[in-house]
């Protein structure tokens, strides 16, 4: 068995899994103080059962090679945290720390929608936008593990604010960067007498957020139909970029794009088609991502299995 521990900004979890990737035991808690997280973290895998090997997604910036949590702006407190090191020095088993994109990356490509190829990218279209690379058959992290901020490409000269910069791919493709994008359109209809049925009032629009803008484009909305077409659009200008570059057979993309394909499809395909060289474009196919809710989870066994297969 292998043990997994998924360590967020808002919640952690423990997982125990099998080498084909199956979830047998999860155990989850609200991410409070690194000394509250760590301590229910052994807890929990004193209890869980034997395991042979731990995988520890996370989000960035780390340093995996040496396995310490360096300063991600959504853990506050786990600065330089050599997580690696104590958990070895508890459990005696192999450790694999590793970016949560690219471990999402490794997870799809070993048992969800990369399976079987080469060369692909996973994008994360979560609260932000990140990517995992596999590259002739491998991993790329980069030299220092950066390799996928995909998110901090300027797209357009000005635009909502992503990874501290306008207009970033990040500020158009994610769900804060849709947030943004719709209350900034709610508020010009306010501004103009119109309300939404969704937003009233200029209070209402701090509760705006991509899963509302969501659920009244599918019922047809227009400003939030709009929204799509915003960041749809720049979604295709930004795969076409990753395809210029890196000549993929797949781009495998979580989270709102899984939920929401039938939305984002043509309108990232019209721009994608447009910006691409169409040799390139031919090579590829844009896939939603296959493990669902369940990608980081089997995130953290796949880093496992790497860790007790490598002895890191």
């Given at each position: 068995m292998l043990a997994g521990i998924d360590i967020?900004?808002?919640?952690?979890?423990?997982?125990?899994?099998?080498?084909?990737?199956?979830?047998?035991?999860?155990?989850?808690?609200?991410?409070?103080?690194?000394?509250?997280?760590?301590?229910?973290?052994?807890?929990?895998?004193?209890?869980?059962?034997?395991?042979?090997?731990?995988?520890?997604?996370?989000?960035?910036?780390?340093?995996?090679?040496?396995?310490?949590?360096?300063?991600?702006?959504?853990?506050?407190?786990?600065?330089?945290?050599?997580?690696?090191?104590?958990?070895?020095?508890?459990?005696?088993?192999?450790?694999?720390?590793?970016?949560?994109?690219?471990?999402?990356?490794?997870?799809?490509?070993?048992?969800?929608?990369?399976?079987?190829?080469?060369?692909?990218?996973?994008?994360?279209f979560g609260t932000g936008l990140g990517a995992g690379l596999i590259l002739d058959g491998r991993l790329y992290s980069g030299a220092n593990d950066m390799a996928?901020?995909?998110?901090?490409?300027?797209?357009?000269?000005?635009?909502?604010?992503?990874?501290?910069?306008?207009?970033?791919?990040?500020?158009?493709?994610?769900?804060?960067?849709?947030?943004?994008?719709?209350?900034?359109?709610?508020?010009?209809?306010?501004?103009?007498g119109n309300t939404m049925p969704y937003c009233k009032c200029e209070a209402d629009l701090e509760k705006i957020d991509a899963k509302i803008i969501s659920e009244y484009?599918?019922?047809?909305?227009?400003?939030?139909?709009?929204?799509?077409?915003?960041?749809?659009?720049?979604l295709g200008e930004g795969l076409a970029i990753l395809v210029d570059i890196l000549n993929l057979e797949k781009i495998v993309i979580g989270s709102l794009f899984a939920r929401e394909e039938k939305l984002f499809r043509p309108i990232m395909e019209k721009s994608l088609t447009r910006e691409a060289l169409s040799l390139s474009l031919s090579a590829v196919e844009i896939l939603p991502a296959a493990l669902g809710e369940q990608i980081g989870d089997i995130a953290a066994i796949t880093l496992a299995k790497i860790a007790k297969e490598q002895n890191l």
């Open positions: 967020g900004g808002t919640k952690c979890a423990v997982i125990l899994g099998t080498n084909d990737g199956k979830i047998v035991k999860k155990i989850k808690f609200p991410t409070t103080s690194r000394e509250d997280a760590m301590r229910q973290i052994f807890d929990a895998l004193d209890g869980i059962g034997e395991f042979e090997a731990i995988g520890i997604p996370c989000g960035g910036p780390l340093d995996s090679k040496n396995g310490i949590i360096l300063n991600p702006p959504n853990l506050k407190g786990w600065e330089n945290y050599p997580i690696v090191k104590i958990l070895k020095e508890r459990y005696g088993v192999p450790c694999y720390l590793c970016n949560d994109a690219n471990a999402g990356a490794l997870a799809e490509w070993q048992f969800g929608a990369g399976k079987g190829c080469m060369n692909m990218a996973f994008l994360t996928g901020e995909i998110g901090h490409i300027r797209i357009a000269p000005d635009g909502p604010e992503g990874y501290y910069k306008n207009g970033s791919f990040e500020g158009f493709c994610s769900g804060a960067g849709m947030k943004k994008i719709g209350q900034t359109l709610m508020r010009e209809e306010l501004c103009k484009a599918r019922k047809g909305d227009p400003l939030c139909l709009k929204v799509f077409e915003i960041t749809g659009t720049k």
